[in-house]
């Protein structure tokens, strides 16, 4: 579904990633990891277009997207919960959430709006609420439901643990479990290292910028090199 060959991207002068290769399958949850500061939040902007590529290849579903823009990557089923969930904090759960839709129909819009307040039926409770009112546990499931009211054939997740408590933390991973049991593809981009190995079914470690480590995600869970630079042991 996704491929990415010696990718290249950065801001300014400053080149961030340098020739990053991953790819997954449909039907996959794949994690990225790595620290604060590795290049992975840089990875997510360029497979979404937010940012230009200088190198490489990405290809979505056989599709060459290495130069496309946002709306194109949008309207292909490419979705990226950024980092920090980016809400709008002065409109309300309802218009955040319509805003994920932007592209579809009248139709597509009132149908995805029922799936998600299914799926999360505290943002229902809170429909005319401004959304920066909101804790930050529900603020990641109003990112989350504003990814998926946009249709996505893959979602990107962007630290979607970012900032929650251990207890909110572990509600977000059992949401992303039950989306991949839905039959959704993730790409799951995480600090969170064990965690997201929990779910996933393989891994990519970035360090400066470049895959350090690879590997289907129960061998890396056991690895001492992963172990010694994230665990301390």
Known sequence: MLEVRDLHAGYGPFEVLHGVSLEMAAGEIVAVLGSNGVGKTTLNRALSGVI?????????????????????????????????????????????????????????????????????????????????????GEQQMLAIGRGLMAQPRLLILDEPSLGLSPLLTEQVFALIARLHGQ???????????????????????????????????????????????YLGF
């Open 52 to 136: 230009p590529v200088r190198g490489g290849v990405i290809r979505f579903d056989g599709q060459d997207i290495t130069r496309s823009g946002y709306d194109a990557i949008v309207k292909a089923g490419l979705i990226h919960v950024p980092e920090g969930r980016k809400i709008f904090p002065n409109l309300s759960v309802r218009d955040n959430l319509l805003l994920g839709a932007w592209l579809r129909g009248r139709a597509e819009r009132s149908r995805s709006l029922e799936q998600v307040l299914d799926l999360f039926p505290r943002l229902r409770e809170r429909l005319g609420q401004f959304a920066g009112s909101m804790s930050g």
């Open 183 to 229: 039959g959704m593809s993730i790409l799951l981009v995480e600090q969170n290292v064990m965690q997201s190995l929990a779910i996933a079914q393989r891994a990519y470690v970035v360090e400066h910028g470049r895959v350090a480590l690879s590997g289907p995600a129960a061998a890396l869970a056991d690895d001492p090199r992963l172990r010694a630079a």
